[in-house]
């Protein structure tokens, strides 16, 4: 991840990153698009999405990914 950010800021270069590991998306993404089933649930800058999700989906993904407790993690099986 270092090496990630060091040619990036030293490049100037924009990565498109793909991953289910949400601890390694907050560290290196800028912006961040959580998607179900194919489909966009909630977008915005990582500050945005990893400090105040808006939908119950991304908020289970946070609470499984960061050991949360989540209200309804019946959000992510549907």
């Known amino acids: 991840m270092d090496l990630l950010r060091e040619l990036q800021d030293r490049h100037k270069l924009a990565y498109l ?3 289910h590991d949400l601890r390694v ?3 290196l993404a800028n912006d ?3 998607m179900r089933h194919g489909k ?3 977008e915005g800058t ?3 999405i990893f ?3 808006k939908t119950a989906y991304t ?3 946070m609470a499984a990914a960061f050991e949360l407790q989540a209200t309804h ?3 992510v099986s549907n």
Do not use: G, H, W
């Open 17 to 19: 990153f793909i991953s």
């Open 25 to 27: 998306v907050r560290a």
């Open 32 to 34: 961040v698009i959580v």
């Open 40 to 42: 966009v649930e909630e």
């Open 46 to 48: 990582a500050k945005q």
């Open 51 to 53: 400090s105040a999700p």
């Open 59 to 61: 908020k289970a993904l």
């Open 73 to 75: 993690l019946d959000a």
